[in-house]
């Protein structure tokens, strides 16, 4: 019943936006939105009761529980309001293939501009309330190149967020794929790295390599991302999923004092407290993959966030349907906190953009998310999602 | 408004749920308007009112392909999904929804007698080639083709298994209509049974014999079947006879004794029910057929029964069944012919199985036989017409006798592999009209001959009252491409109608002889004609003097002073030579694939030869300049040079500029790049002068040569003196390749999008060209109207195609879509020549320019008129016949 009469007033909306849009040509100056929600969860600290949010040309004006609103805003009532949900990892709208495969180090490279921008992963992103995402290049040779922060709505001008976020390096087996030392030699499957060792020497050989270049010599646009890399410049996002994995992560820190991002991670319970003494944080991507790893048993799998947070290991959930994955770790043991904050304002700090998204606060982009009921039950619907302040998608 | 998402546009392409912030309900005062719209929204979109409200089409010139001829002005009366009254005098009833037609042509709704429609290709893939399949059962009625199809004007498409075995099975007639309406839906099952003599794999002469043989056995179980229920049959009559009141059997002949029916000795049932009764009652049949029927235990009294071993009863077969049908003559045999040896083996055939109705379709290839297949008199199935070059000029020559003898028997299809493939059917009549055939029987051949070799003549193709209404409404001649439909309807139902009223596109009245013109022009001499185009686009008198190969006066009538001899062409078409934008013709071993990825010392116009064949087809087509470019295989293309199609073909500038490859053509996983991040990387270091050196084993002088000869252009080209064409396909390629000209700010063109109207801000921002090309069977409709809405805000567009006929197909397409006559065929002439690098006091008719011109027998843009005298330096080029 409950349904059915949503179901309409979403139909009495659809049809009252396309209503006023034919008449809104004449209002077209109107940008100053309020939003009244019965909860906010600003992330900044407790959830506010019956708050206003006032949004002023697409940025966050004010947030508070008794604000006046200004006259002639145009008003928005939810349950629940949070902010725009952030995916740290993410191939949204990569065409033409995600990595230069013919090279196994390509650090230069950007993904950025092989954004398709017009994709459906975006709509899909937008939908399940996705705002912000962190789009790595893929794992198809050890340095694939550098990762680019979008939002997931609006014009492709004003989209990007951070044009180049870090380095993504593939320490783990996927860029052994296909390539074998026995095949025709006209082939680029005839090349390292063969096994897992070699992807680890080449990483090795090359951060080596840009260790003893001297800055005046043979300076070469490769070897420059390769050296900011060492001097913690870029940030480095290591895709690794198995243990031994992220121990080889480990090891190379060791030897060459980088500051890596683990992405991936699906096996790091194995690692957890060396991770947690290192304070390398984790995109985790585990909930995503289905796969139920190791001879451990499934508990540990499915609760990494909570062994993480009980640990102190900075970790954020990524990969698509965030808050599925929010909810799902709450039922395996993080707390509520932890699992919005590893939605939100966890990968905004990560990723370095908290200036801009992941929280509800003056001066922050107008991301946002509308949910009619609190955002961890499995029956709360995302209503609605913002994008800087513009576009409202109704999600049915 | 803000939304980039671009909503509002086909559903077909995205389903959008994006909408603007400011809809938002701002307070609850809106809440009535809201119910208003929800409630117009609700009546809008439905044309709910077609079942009840009489439609009269009114002031129309009507075809009606019935005796009554064309009737201008005429009107034709809708009434309950049929036609109710076709006449110049009709009375309207009050409330019936009035349409002017005024100046627009009125005819049956185009069939197309061998296309896809609802029938995806992966339903339509291999059988077993023993005739078990229905093309019904494989439809989706969830498609939306039909939407693209009926915007060309075509209502019925007959469909069938696809032919790539021996006998697929029976194909449908279906009507372009929503799916979602089965009696609008279906016009008729088992209309054909698909079977070829030459197809798969084995096409050896041997593999041709086998699958004859097979075709044969199909034929001959069929007949063998049918025996032996005769002879069954025959038995129990004869007994039922000689002891009439105990019955085990029911007679076959006695009402609803269905189970035990044999096959009708003669087709008596229609429409293939038996053969689907047959399998659903399979439990039934089985259980009163026993393997070896024993002889009734009666009393063997007669003496017949005891000379004779009484038959047994044959196995219900329901595929043969079907083919009893097939022998009968009721459901006819679409027999695919693609070789002289196959049309030998089915006059063979014809002649083993005399009841047996053949229609012949394929036609290609199939050489002196041809003749041979004519005499016999069967129907033919002609296409494709355009779209595969070579099967239309096989098509053409194979069958040319055929336009003015076999008129009767005449059908022309668009034997696409795309249910949206079938759009273009008006497009292939019009190019049999180019190729001689009579204008009159190519819209009968698309209308009411394909009726009636589908069958369905009783319901379509013809206006007349009592048909079905499937009816088109063309804003100009049926056949002229450039002419939009304005209007279809399908059983009285409006399913589509173009949201702008186009002006009537006046019928250009062609005239069958020319004006007398010599075989060579003389030396000096002048043209005159009421029409020709000048490079504004306009079309005007002119009279045209030409002294040694060049254009001396172009005046608006003939001078006084004139000594020359004048010839008049009357209102032929005067114009400039088509101009090519983008061809690899003539391209000769020139597959870059090998080589390196940076390809920019190589010159497309070193692998060109001037003397190929396709070379002279397009300079006979019309075709006088054109830019030679590289082929796709590899990123940094090489250089594109322009010739002028001389006889000599004489190259103007051998480097105008760069072709960059940003399609996953040019990616290969064995060499740099292999991606699309790579070629990004590969096309900035071009022009960053960064590109990476040679890998081929070169020694260093060499290797240093080579990159110098590679880089040596490079100024020029950011220097805006040379451009740099952008092959592209997908969204993401083409936003790359605006990124990189609007980073180097480059003097561009992009080619190869499908989805234009996103760029169109950025490609006016960035002074980008469109090199238009043609939609592939597969495109939709949209792109065209992407094309018009480019061309309305600006963007430049040029035109390309892989022949003469397609350019002017894709123009016509275009003008259909929106594009302005003029601005199209000013840009495929001269209006973008300066820009591709063409001299411009050279192009054109105008003083001082060379004498190149074109004399066509209507616009260059109607696919059915022809180049009748294509000259280059004032002398006359021989016509390449096929």
């Given at each position: 019943m409950r349904r059915k009469a949503r179901w309409i007033v979403a139909c009495m909306i659809v049809a009252g936006s396309i209503a006023v849009r034919m008449l809104a040509t004449c209002a077209a100056d109107e940008h100053v939105v309020a939003i009244e929600a019965d909860v906010i969860y600003t992330m900044t600290g407790e959830p506010l009761t019956g708050g206003v949010v006032i949004i002023r040309d697409g940025r966050i004006e004010a947030v508070g529980e008794q604000l006046a609103i200004p006259l002639g805003s145009q008003r928005l009532r939810v349950a629940t309001l949070m902010p725009g949900f952030i995916d740290a990892s993410s191939a949204a709208g990569i065409a033409g293939g995600s990595a230069e495969q013919t090279s196994e180090v390509t650090p230069e490279m950007n993904i950025l501009p092989t954004l398709d921008w017009l994709s459906r992963d975006f709509l899909t992103a937008v939908d399940e309330g996705t705002t912000t995402l962190h789009i790595l290049p893929g794992t198809a040779n050890v340095f694939a190149g550098g990762s680019c922060i979008v939002k997931s709505a609006g014009n492709p001008g004003e989209r990007v967020l951070v044009d180049r976020a870090g380095s993504v390096v593939a320490v783990c087996s996927d860029p052994t794929a296909g390539n074998s030392s026995r095949s025709r030699p006209d082939s680029i499957y005839v090349r390292q790295p063969t096994n897992r060792m070699g992807v680890i020497w080449i990483i090795r050989a090359r951060l080596r390599e840009a260790q003893i270049t001297s800055p005046s010599s043979q300076r070469t646009v490769r070897m420059e991302s390769l050296q900011k890399l060492l001097s913690g410049d870029e940030p480095m996002f290591a895709v690794s999923r198995a243990g031994h994995d992220i121990q080889s992560v480990l090891t190379l820190r060791k030897e060459f004092g980088f500051q890596p991002i683990i992405v991936g991670g699906e096996e790091a319970y194995r690692v957890l407290e060396e991770l947690a003494r290192e304070e390398i944080p984790v995109i985790y991507q585990g909930m995503t993959s289905g796969a139920v790893r190791g001879p451990e048993g499934t508990s540990l799998f499915w609760n990494l966030p909570g062994q993480c947070e009980e640990l102190g290991v900075v970790f954020c959930l990524a990969g698509g349907r965030l808050l599925d994955q929010a909810r799902f770790a709450v039922r395996f043991g993080a707390s509520e906190r932890a699992a919005l904050e590893a939605i939100t304002i966890t990968p905004a700090q990560l990723l370095n953009i908290d200036n801009r998204v992941g929280t509800i606060a003056a001066g922050k982009d107008a991301d946002l998310v509308g949910l009619d009921g609190p955002p961890l039950e499995a029956t709360t619907q995302i209503e609605w999602t913002m994008v800087n302040g513009r576009h409202v998608i109704i999600n049915r | 408004m803000d939304c980039q998402l671009g909503s509002g546009r086909a559903p077909a392409r995205r389903a959008d749920k994006q909408f603007d912030f400011s809809a938002f309900p701002a307070h609850a005062l809106g809440y009535l308007a809201r119910l208003l719209v929800v409630l117009s929204f609700c009546l809008l979109p439905r044309f709910s009112w077609a079942d009840e409200q009489a439609i009269a089409l009114i002031n129309g010139r009507v075809v009606t392909m019935t005796d009554q001829g064309a009737i201008e002005p005429g009107t034709v009366l809708v009434v309950d999904g049929k036609i109710a009254a076709v006449g110049s005098e009709v009375a309207i009833p009050a409330g019936a929804k009035v349409i002017d037609c005024t100046g627009w042509t009125i005819t049956p709704g185009l069939i197309d007698a061998r296309s896809r429609l609802w029938l995806e290709n992966a339903s339509a893939g291999q059988s077993g080639?023993?005739?078990?399949?229905?093309a019904y059962d494989g439809l989706d009625r969830f498609q939306d083709d039909w939407r693209e199809v009926v915007r060309h004007g075509v209502t019925a498409v007959y469909v069938q298994p696809?032919?790539?075995?021996v006998c697929a099975g029976v194909g449908v007639v279906v009507a372009a209509a929503p799916g979602n309406n089965p009696a609008a839906w279906i016009l008729r099952r088992d209309a054909g049974m698909q079977a070829a003599l030459g197809v798969g794999a084995d096409l050896s002469g041997r593999g041709r014999v086998r699958q004859f043989d097979r075709l044969k056995k199909l034929f001959s179980d069929a007949k063998k079947y049918q025996d032996d229920w005769a002879a069954y049959r025959e038995y129990e009559k004869k007994k039922s006879e000689s002891a009439p009141p105990a019955q085990t059997e029911t007679p076959p002949d006695a009402g609803e004794g269905r189970r035990d029916e044999g096959p009708p000795p003669g087709g008596g049932r229609r429409s293939g029910r038996g053969g689907r009764g047959a399998i659903s009652n399979e439990g039934g049949t089985e259980a009163n057929n026993p393997p070896a029927q024993p002889p009734p235990q009666e009393p063997a009294e007669s003496p017949a029964a005891e000379e004779a071993k009484p038959p047994t009863k044959p196995d219900h077969d329901p595929v043969k069944e079907r083919f009893v049908r097939v022998l009968s003559g009721e459901v006819p045999v679409r027999i695919d012919v693609r070789h002289g040896d196959e049309a030998r083996r089915l006059l063979l055939l014809a002649k083993e199985f005399p009841a047996v109705r053949w229609i012949c379709e394929g036609l290609v290839g199939t050489g002196t036989a041809a003749d041979d297949l004519r005499g016999a008199r069967y129907p033919l199935v002609l296409g494709?017409?355009?779209?595969n070059d070579q099967a239309a000029r096989d098509v053409v020559q194979l069958w040319r006798q055929s336009f003015r003898e076999d008129t009767g028997r005449l059908v022309i299809a668009s034997y696409t592999s795309s249910g949206r493939g079938s759009r273009w059917l008006r497009a292939h009549a019009a190019c049999a009209v180019a190729a001689g055939c009579d204008p009159e029987t190519a819209l009968r051949a698309i209308t009411v001959h394909a009726a009636d070799v589908l069958g369905v003549a009783d319901q379509v193709g013809s206006i007349a009252p009592g048909k079905r209404a499937d009816l088109v409404v063309f804003a100009g001649d049926p056949l002229d491409i450039s002419a939009p439909a304005q209007l279809t309807i399908v059983a009285g139902d409006?399913?589509?109608?173009?949201p702008r009223r186009n002006a009537p596109i006046a019928v250009v009245v062609r005239k069958d002889q020319a004006a007398d013109l010599p075989d060579e022009w003389p030396e000096q001499f002048v043209l005159s004609s009421s029409r020709v185009l000048l490079p504004s686009g306009q079309i005007a008198p002119r009279c045209l003097t030409i002294e040694k190969g060049r254009i001396t006066r172009c005046d608006e009538t003939l001078a006084e002073d004139n000594q020359w001899p004048v010839f008049d062409v009357g209102s032929h078409l005067v114009a400039p030579g088509l101009t090519m934008a983008h061809t690899t013709a003539g391209m000769v071993n020139a597959d870059y694939g090998a080589v390196e990825s940076d390809g920019r010392q190589l010159a497309a116009l070193d692998g060109f030869n001037s003397t190929h064949r396709n070379v002279r087809r397009l300079r006979s087509g019309g075709v006088l300049l054109a830019v030679i470019a590289p082929d796709d295989r590899i990123t940094l293309a090489g250089r594109m040079g322009t010739v002028r199609l001389a006889m000599e073909v004489s190259v103007v500038n051998s480097d105008v500029g760069d072709k960059v490859v940003l399609t996953s053509a040019a990616r290969r996983s064995e060499q740099f790049p292999a991606s699309l991040l790579g070629q990004i990387e590969l096309t900035h270091a071009m022009f960053t002068g960064n590109t990476p050196a040679s890998r081929m084993y070169l020694p260093e002088p060499v290797q240093a040569a080579l990159m110098a000869v590679r880089q040596a252009e490079t100024q020029n080209t950011l220097g805006q003196q040379r451009w740099v064409l952008f092959e592209v396909g997908t969204d993401a390629e083409m936003q790359v390749a605006l990124d990189i000209i609007q980073q180097h700010q480059l003097r561009a063109a992009v080619m190869g999008c499908r989805n234009i109207e996103p760029f169109i801000d950025r490609l006016l921002a960035t002074k980008t060209t469109l090199i238009a090309r043609p939609s592939g069977e597969t495109d939709f409709n949209w792109y065209f109207d992407d094309l018009a809405g480019a061309a309305d805000a600006g963007v430049p567009i040029l035109w390309s195609a892989d022949s003469a006929q397609q350019l002017r197909w894709l123009l016509a397409e275009a003008i259909a879509a929106g594009v302005d006559v003029e601005k199209a065929l000013a840009g495929a002439t001269t209006a973008g020549a300066g820009w591709l690098g063409f001299d411009p006091h050279r192009v054109g008719l105008h003083p001082g320019a060379p004498a190149d011109f074109v004399i066509w027998d209507g616009l260059p843009t109607d696919l059915r008129s022809r180049p009748i005298r294509v000259t280059v330096d004032g002398r006359a080029v021989e016509t390449v016949e096929d």
């Open positions: - | 080639g023993d005739a078990a399949l229905d696809a032919g790539g075995d494709p017409w355009i779209g409006i399913v589509y109608e173009l």
